[in-house]
């Protein structure tokens, strides 16, 4: 599916997602297209993608990109040496996408080790990689404390996801990383608003 066809956040996800899967460059779609798919569906005109860049796959990308997308080719360059971000922008719909180089962060890797893939679309090739409902929830409720935890759209997207899930979230995997993330308490918060249990 084309963003010239249908120039929305999804048909955008999907078109970068279809470019980063012929370079073979491993992606999982995050953000709020995670949390919609998993939990409460909310519009959001931004895309988050976790990818897997090296930097011998920085001039490829930037010629299928072409002159459909605005980008900063230094700053790609730059984010695949540091494990940084850089962002695109799909000209004619004006969605952003922002991309974190997965690089070494290992919480990014197990990301991506997990993703699912999905059908997001009518369409036969209207799939892509998405991240998990637990990680997803673990990298929002960091972004929640690091933004002073006064995001009511962060929590609510945790939450959301809590209940849609119930008891089909993977609690092992939660319990190992909030900690190393440091949002254990948060967790245990969100659980309790979100009315699941704590334990087993």
């Known amino acids: 599916m084309a963003p ?3 120039p929305d956040p999804l048909a955008v996800a999907l078109a970068v997602a279809g470019i980063l899967e012929g370079l073979e460059v491993g992606y999982l779609a995050a953000g709020s297209l995670a949390s919609s798919f998993h939990g409460e569906p909310r ?17 490829p990308l930037l010629s299928a990109l072409g002159d459909r997308y605005y980008v ?23 969605v952003k996408v922002d991309v974190f180089v997965a690089g070494r962060d290992s919480f990014d890797v197990e990301r991506l080790r997990h993703r ?5 679309g009518p ?6 990689w998405l991240d998990s409902a637990e990680h997803t929830i673990l990298r929002k409720l960091e ?24 008891e089909t979230l993977d609690r092992d995997r939660l319990a190992h990383w909030a900690p190393r993330l440091g949002i254990a308490d948060l967790l245990e918060r969100a659980r309790r608003d979100g009315q699941v249990p704590p334990g087993r």
Do not use: C, K
Not at 43 to 59: C, I, M, Q, Y
Not at 116 to 120: A, G, N, S, Y
Not at 123 to 128: N, Q, R, S, T, V
């Open 4 to 6: 010239d066809r249908l």
């Open 43 to 59: 519009s959001t005109n931004d895309v988050d993608l976790v990818v897997d860049l090296r930097p011998a796959h920085v001039t």
């Open 72 to 94: 900063n080719a230094e700053l790609v360059a730059d984010a695949t040496r540091t494990g940084a971000s850089f962002n695109l922008i799909h000209l004619r719909s004006a």
């Open 116 to 120: 699912t893939r999905v059908r997001i």
């Open 123 to 128: 369409g036969a090739g209207d799939e892509l």
């Open 143 to 166: 972004w929640y404390r690091r933004g002073g935890e006064v995001s009511d759209r962060q929590w609510r997207d945790v939450v959301g996801i809590i209940r849609a899930q119930g």
